[in-house]
């Protein structure tokens, strides 16, 4: 059974979407995900969109995160303040996010690649990504596995990971008990140890090897033993995702 | 009350919530009056040189373009921004009539980076303060309240409140470290509606990103506005009214005034059109003529409108939309 590399990652995110959970969804392959999480698995996983939307029913993708297939037959539509209080008092379980470069912390970067005040390219910033990173339970992180973006320090750190290390997120004021749960990339699934709270590889995406990942790694990534084999995608999946969730191929 | 750390960004617009109480006092009109007019009245008339103005939601949805191409069109200057705007940005950042930006998210999603936005920052030639969506929004919340700062839990340990004018100080009732939010006051705010009345009492459809709070938050407001309404209706369904009359100051009648963004329940967003722009804005050159042909040779909305076509626009309307 063939199937590519997005493909696979959508796959992998939507299974570690729970049912009768929220989860903000951001543009992308989160919106993927979500979908065909609630075809398969979590029927009642309730999306929530940073500017208004709750509980939407994702029958065609949205494409952006305040666009009307946001709140397609939604259960609510309010407005940014109301969500984002909602995730500050603890009601939102998952947030999904992407980056440009990620360090061994979980730290994210979407502002600037360089120096901040001449930088070498301006990304575009922060935008709800700070605030889902902030505010919500667990954040999964949904990368493309590269040496240029696994780096030991980022450029700028737009979305706070556990900062430096274990504790360091509550001392700066976050909430308790929140923090980043998975990274899923290309090449692997990985968690973050509960000591060092530094990414560590937990499952290897068939035909890829451990070498692979480091070598794909720009920081030295802690290793699970034994190490996981991630499930291929089902022939089920790959049906839903390219006949009901993304028939246009936007994404896939 | 303690103040730990502070964001290195000195404050774009200053949370002067004192002054703001004396111009709704002496300026904002109480009675019903008929506040019908073009965008050529409205922007001479609100909108000025070196004015902190925003636009309320973000990226192609709900965008009150027509007043923007408005404003491009007659040069106001050193304008200060705020908003999650993306197309309302990059035309004023294109014909240079920016100095600073609160940001949280310039960007096309789907479509990429904003290479116009790119060229403002990476130059260094525009002053910029970054802040997260839920920041900017609580800014105008704190505004819409009336008081100087809300204290908040998101921005703090990042790089995002570093480049910020956010404080962090101690919370002194519970010790927790707070991130506390400056209010934004605009001098004028920009707000596209679905309805709308004479007197600019406004209904706005799905969901309402942050309009309910920046509507608040603004001195000035402009609404533009798909569908004017009788004052009945209003009455009828007051529930509905998301911008009550005494916040608005125009209201300007402007069908498909988010082109090439969308409406929802009403039109898509010209996904051809958006390709065309972000093809031509990769060079300054390409910029410049999409701006003359677009925008500046343009001489109103109608005209705008004309030079799209009607059949396109048909063609983006929803047909009739699920719901």
């Given at each position: 059974m063939r199937y590519s590399k997005t493909e696979l990652m959508i796959c992998v995110a939507a299974r570690l979407m729970e049912d009768y959970s929220t989860c903000f969804i951001g543009t992308g392959i989160p919106m993927l995900a979500a979908s065909l999480a609630q075809?398969?698995?979590?029927?009642?996983?309730?999306?929530?969109f940073e500017f208004g939307g709750i509980g939407a029913i994702l029958k065609k993708l949205p494409r952006a995160v305040g666009e009307g297939r946001t709140f397609y037959r939604a259960l609510a539509a309010t407005g940014i303040c109301?969500?984002?209080?909602?995730?500050?008092?603890?009601?939102?379980?998952?947030?999904?996010?992407?980056?440009?470069?990620?360090d061994p912390y979980g730290n994210l970067n979407t502002t600037v690649i360089g120096t901040y005040e001449k930088p070498k390219v301006r990304l575009p910033g922060s935008g709800g990504g700070n605030d889902v990173g902030s505010l919500c339970w667990r954040t999964i992180i949904i990368m493309k596995h590269e040496k240029k973006r696994f780096v030991e320090k980022v450029d700028f750190i737009t979305t706070p990971g556990y900062l430096t290390g274990k504790?360091?997120?509550?001392?700066?004021?976050?909430?308790?008990?929140?923090g980043p749960y998975r990274v899923v990339t290309d090449l692997a699934v990985c968690d973050f140890d509960e000591e060092t709270k530094r990414m560590r590889?937990?499952?290897?995406?068939?035909?890829v090897s451990l070498k692979d990942v480091i070598g794909n790694t720009g920081f030295e990534l802690l290793v699970k033993e034994p190490l996981e084999i991630?499930?291929?995608?089902?022939?089920?999946?790959?049906?839903?995702?390219?006949?009901e969730v993304d028939p246009q191929r936007y994404y896939i | 009350m303690e103040i730990i750390e502070e964001g290195q960004v000195e404050l774009i617009q200053k949370p002067d919530v004192e002054e703001f109480r004396k111009f709704v006092r002496e300026k904002k009109r109480r009675g019903l009056v008929d506040k019908v007019m073009d965008e050529k009245e409205a922007v001479k008339e609100f909108v000025h040189d070196g004015d902190y103005i925003g636009v309320e939601l973000y990226g192609t949805v709900r965008a009150p373009l027509s007043v923007i191409r408005e404003i491009a069109r007659q040069g106001k200057k050193r304008l200060r921004l705020a908003g999650q705007g993306l197309l309302e940005i990059d035309y004023l950042l294109a014909l240079d009539l920016v100095e600073a930006m609160d940001v949280t998210y310039i960007g096309y999603e789907v479509l990429g980076l904003s290479p116009i936005f790119r060229r403002a920052a990476e130059s260094g030639k525009v002053k910029i303060a970054e802040w997260s969506n839920g920041a900017m929004s609580w800014r105008f919340k704190a505004a819409a309240m009336g008081i100087p700062f809300i204290p908040v839990r998101s921005m703090l340990g990042s790089d995002t409140f570093k480049y910020s004018s956010a404080k962090v100080a101690k919370?002194?009732?519970?010790?927790?470290?707070?991130?506390?939010?400056?209010a934004l006051i605009l001098d004028v705010g920009i707000i596209h509606v679905h309805k709308c009345d004479k007197y600019g009492n406004a209904v706005i459809e799905g969901i309402s990103g942050f309009a309910f709070e920046m509507a608040r938050a603004s001195k000035r407001l402009i609404i533009s506005t798909e569908e004017i309404v009788s004052t009945d209706e209003i009455r009828r369904y007051p529930e509905r009214t998301i911008i009550p009359y005494f916040l608005t100051d125009a209201v300007v009648y402007a069908p498909f005034g988010s082109h090439p963004g969308e409406m929802v329940y009403l039109y898509e967003r010209d996904e051809e059109h958006l390709k065309m722009f972000l093809e031509m804005a990769q060079t300054v050159e390409g910029t410049r003529k999409y701006m003359e042909e677009y925008v500046l040779s343009v001489k109103n909305h109608q005209e705008y409108l004309e030079k799209i076509g009607i059949e396109k626009l048909l063609k983006l309307k929803y047909e009739r939309m699920e719901r």
């Open positions: 075809k398969l698995y979590a029927p009642n996983l309730i999306p929530i109301d969500i984002m209080e909602t995730a500050q008092r603890g009601f939102i379980d998952y947030g999904f996010l992407g980056g440009a470069q990620i504790g360091k997120r509550e001392e700066a004021g976050l909430p308790e008990g929140t590889v937990i499952s290897l995406h068939p035909g991630t499930q291929e995608p089902t022939e089920e999946e790959l049906r839903v995702l390219r006949e | 919370c002194p009732y519970t010790g927790l470290k707070l991130c506390l939010l400056p």
